[in-house]
């Protein structure tokens, strides 16, 4: 068998600095450190996370009085941040800059007295902290999420108001064109961002697999299941109707998906690391594959710095 390694694939910036956001507080100050929610979607990372010291929690109030606690790469709510505050927690924040630049968008808007139309997936961290970002004095303004085209018909919105909408940073770029354009059907003077939401790494990512797609019979996503991109990659192939798996390792991969397979394309969501990738790349080539070829895509180059607080505490 052959096997097509995407490229880019596995861990983007905002990732890279939420994990070492972690660990250099755990370096600094020693266990534990508390994480309101994963920092990133993947059981391997968290774990191992767990292991040096970091006390994962959903809510504030699990984190005890005078203990740091680490906003996650998703973001948080200013809700959540005002109760931090008041309860004096030495907080470092591990959002990803580019859910902030949507946090801040979301921000203005309500200030500007605009409805929101928020595009993502409901019950997911991001949403939640996104959605949580919008505040006005105005009851019958509203911050609303809506999931698919469907959703869009269903709006109900005081329409003397502006309209905008963004979204999730971590969606599939094609069925999100698909919402926006309903959005602009419904409301011709609807308002979107300067520059897409969704992210560079979805992206790049998403448009890599798109070619790999055409040239394997299997893909197989190093990703957790909690973790959108890693699911939007898998969906990208089950929508051509090409066998796709998501697995966190490569225990979980199972030989009978490979029966009369050929070639093999191998991915890794944006939160997923490299060892876990290798790690499949040796039990395919003990599965029979013989040919391993690195599929080129865009290149990456793209840093974000750590806070400056934690700079100067550590």
Same mark, same amino acid.
């Given at each position: 068998?052959?096997?097509?390694?995407?490229?880019?694939?596995? /861990?983007?910036?905002?990732?890279?600095?939420?994990?070492?956001?972690?660990?250099?507080?755990?370096?600094?100050?020693?266990?534990?450190?508390? %994480?309101?929610?994963? %920092? *990133?979607?993947?059981?391997? &990372?968290?774990?191992?996370?767990?292991?040096?010291?970091?006390? /994962?929690?959903?809510?504030?109030?699990?984190?005890?009085?005078?203990?740091?606690?680490?906003? $996650?790469?998703?973001?948080?709510?200013?809700? *959540?941040?005002?109760?931090?505050?008041?309860?004096?927690?030495?907080? /470092?924040?591990?959002?990803?800059?580019?859910?902030?630049?949507?946090?801040?968008? %979301?921000?203005?808007?309500? +200030?500007?007295?605009?409805?929101?139309?928020?595009?993502?997936?409901?019950?997911?961290?991001?949403?939640?902290?996104?959605?949580?970002?919008?505040?006005?004095? +105005?009851?019958?303004?509203?911050?609303?999420?809506?999931?698919?085209?469907?959703?869009?018909?269903?709006? $109900?919105? &005081?329409?003397?108001?502006?309209?905008?909408?963004?979204?999730?940073?971590?969606?599939?770029?094609?069925?999100?064109?698909?919402?926006?354009?309903?959005?602009?059907?419904? /409301?011709?003077?609807?308002?979107?961002?300067?520059?897409? #939401?969704?992210?560079?790494?979805?992206?790049?990512?998403?448009?890599? &697999?798109?070619?790999?797609? +055409?040239?394997?019979?299997?893909?197989?996503?190093?990703?957790?299941?909690?973790?959108?991109?890693?699911?939007?990659?898998?969906?990208?192939?089950?929508?051509?109707?090409?066998?796709?798996?998501?697995? #966190?390792?490569?225990?979980?991969? #199972?030989?009978?998906?490979?029966?009369?397979?050929?070639?093999?394309?191998?991915?890794?969501?944006?939160?997923?690391?490299?060892?876990?990738?290798?790690?499949? %790349?040796?039990?395919?080539?003990?599965?029979?594959?013989?040919?391993?070829?690195?599929?080129?895509?865009?290149?990456?180059?793209?840093?974000?710095?750590?806070?400056?607080?934690?700079?100067?505490?550590?």
């Amino acid at each position: 068998m052959k096997l097509l390694l995407a490229n880019p694939r596995g /861990f983007c910036a905002g990732v890279d600095r939420a994990i070492e956001i972690v660990e250099r507080a755990l370096l600094s100050f020693g266990a534990p450190i508390y %994480v309101r929610h994963e %920092v *990133v979607h993947n059981y391997f &990372v968290v774990d191992n996370l767990k292991q040096k010291g970091a006390i /994962f929690v959903e809510e504030l109030d699990e984190v005890p009085d005078d203990n740091i606690v680490i906003f $996650s790469a998703h973001g948080v709510s200013r809700e *959540v941040r005002d109760n931090a505050k008041e309860r004096k927690l030495r907080v /470092f924040d591990a959002t990803c800059p580019l859910v902030t630049k949507v946090h801040l968008e %979301v921000a203005v808007h309500a +200030k500007q007295e605009h409805h929101v139309i928020l595009i993502g997936h409901a019950g997911h961290p991001e949403v939640e902290g996104t959605m949580g970002q919008y505040q006005s004095e +105005k009851t019958h303004l509203r911050i609303l999420l809506v999931e698919n085209e469907a959703d869009v018909e269903n709006l $109900s919105l &005081v329409d003397d108001y502006p309209i905008a909408y963004v979204t999730q940073t971590t969606l599939s770029v094609d069925d999100t064109e698909k919402i926006i354009k309903a959005l602009k059907n419904r /409301f011709p003077n609807i308002v979107g961002p300067k520059k897409d #939401d969704i992210c560079y790494a979805t992206q790049n990512r998403q448009d890599t &697999v798109k070619q790999i797609v +055409k040239q394997c019979d299997l893909l197989l996503v190093v990703g957790s299941p909690t973790s959108s991109n890693s699911n939007r990659l898998r969906e990208i192939a089950e929508h051509r109707q090409l066998p796709a798996y998501l697995i #966190d390792r490569a225990s979980d991969i #199972d030989s009978a998906w490979l029966k009369g397979v050929e070639t093999i394309g191998l991915t890794a969501g944006a939160s997923a690391p490299e060892l876990l990738v290798e790690e499949v %790349v040796q039990r395919l080539k003990g599965e029979g594959v013989t040919e391993v070829v690195e599929f080129d895509g865009r290149k990456e180059t793209l840093e974000f710095s750590l806070p400056k607080d934690l700079l100067r505490a550590t």
